[in-house]
């Protein structure tokens, strides 16, 4: 009877550990938000002024993918530090991987088109 009880405690105890979260991948989660958030307000921007804002709106898009890279890779080398807490590094991969892909299909897209 008592042996159960302390099992179950033993499961739903507090665990503590050593893993933290890395401040590259941290950083690397900002940059996406901020490249999202810099393509958003380019985007308004471009429908105010129906696609003529000129060279620098252009040069932004631009600017939001090498953004969107420098974020990835930031994830990327930071999935691979061993003893880590692996949500930053993953949440961040995912986002500036997402945002990659849409702003290279975005750009070959307007390429074509």
């Not at 252009?58 to 953004?67: H, P, R, S, V």
């Not at 003893?83 to 290279?104: C, D, K």
Request: proline share 3%; charged share 15%.
């Amino acid at each position: 009877m008592f042996g159960k009880k302390n099992k179950k405690k033993e499961k739903n105890s507090l665990r503590l550990s050593d893993k933290k979260h890395p401040v590259s991948a941290i950083v690397a989660t900002g940059i996406g938000v901020v490249s999202l958030l810099l393509f958003i307000i380019i985007c308004v921007i471009s429908s105010e002024s129906d696609g003529n804002a000129g060279v620098l709106i252009g040069a932004g898009g631009i600017f939001c993918f090498l953004l969107s890279v420098t974020g990835f890779v930031m994830a990327w080398m930071s999935l691979h530090i061993e003893n880590i807490r692996p949500q930053f590094p993953t949440a961040a991969a995912v986002l500036n991987g997402l945002l990659m892909v849409f702003y290279f299909l975005l750009y070959m897209w307007g390429m074509f088109v």
